[in-house]
T-cell receptor, first 115, second 117 residues
Framework: DSGVTQTPKHLITATGQRVTLRCSPRSGDLSVYWYQQSLDQGLQFLIQYYNGEERAKGNILERFSAQQFPDLHSELNLSSLELGDSALYFC??????????????FGPGTRLTVL | DAKTTQPNSMESNEEEPVHLPCNHSTISGTDYIHWYRQLPSQGPEYVIHGLTSNVNNRMASLAIAEDRKSSTLILHRATLRDAAVYYCILRDSQLGAGGTSYGKLTFGQGTILTVHP
């Protein structure tokens, strides 16, 4: 158990819908990262927040947005869902903003299926 | 980000050592070498990291070539639980001012390790 929690574990929805994925970082970690893992693209970085502020953006679509709240939990919002958005979404956390000298701790993931 | 190259797959027998290679010929002086693994149906898990010297922890050892153009993750006695995809990742310690690569992990295809009983 990494200490990072993600809800829900599974999500099945239809195209065009909007969903929210939730992540609670490890106690004391200020950085939260979101990653997407699909069969064709592998594991890809989406976005990072540190202490409530956006720190880095990766291959995140405009239909996707995220935020980190004062209690440090984070939500990833996916809208106008397409079949290709079906994937595993992982949240990770770390103590420091860069994590170069520290590890990232990953949650168990949310499996999103868009029908 | 500097690129890494790993074999697609490797096989090992239980209780034997495993050497997982990674080539990173374009590594810069400020790049740290990180290894993560992903067990089936789980999120990635940190294994080890280093800069220039060889490193040991309870999970594995990391051997870094003198020119730093390659490294090897060593599992001293493979168990069935070590069957996973292993990712070798370079992380630039200098980035951060512009914020564009701050903290992200860039995963390649990794090496699928199969451990036979």
């Amino acid at each position: 158990d990494s200490g990072v929690t993600q809800t829900p574990k599974h999500l099945i929805t239809a195209t065009g819908q909007r969903v929210t994925l939730r992540c609670s970082p490890r106690s004391g970690d200020l950085s939260v990262y979101w990653y997407q893992q699909s069969l064709d693209q592998g594991l890809q970085f989406l976005i990072q927040y540190y202490n409530g502020e956006e720190r880095a953006k990766g291959n995140i679509l405009e239909r996707f947005s995220a935020q980190q709240f004062p209690d440090l939990h984070s939500e990833l919002n996916l809208s106008s869902l397409e079949l290709g958005d079906s994937a595993l979404y992982f949240c990770a956390s770390s103590v420091a903003p860069s994590g170069v000298y520290n590890e990232q701790f990953f949650g168990p993931g949310t499996r999103l299926t868009v029908l | 980000d500097a690129k890494t190259t790993q074999p697609n797959s490797m096989e090992s027998n239980e209780e034997e050592p495993v050497h997982l290679p990674c080539n990173h010929s374009t590594i810069s002086g400020t790049d740290y070498i990180h290894w993560y693994r992903q067990l089936p149906s789980q999120g990635p898990e940190y294994v080890i990291h280093g800069l220039t010297s060889n490193v040991n922890n309870r999970m594995a050892s990391l051997a870094i070539a003198e020119d730093r153009k390659s490294s090897t993750l060593i599992l001293h006695r493979a168990t069935l639980r070590d069957a996973a995809v292993y990712y070798c990742i370079l992380r630039d310690s200098q980035l951060g001012a512009g914020g564009t690569s701050y903290g992200k992990l860039t995963f390649g295809q990794g090496t699928i390790l199969t451990v036979h009983p």
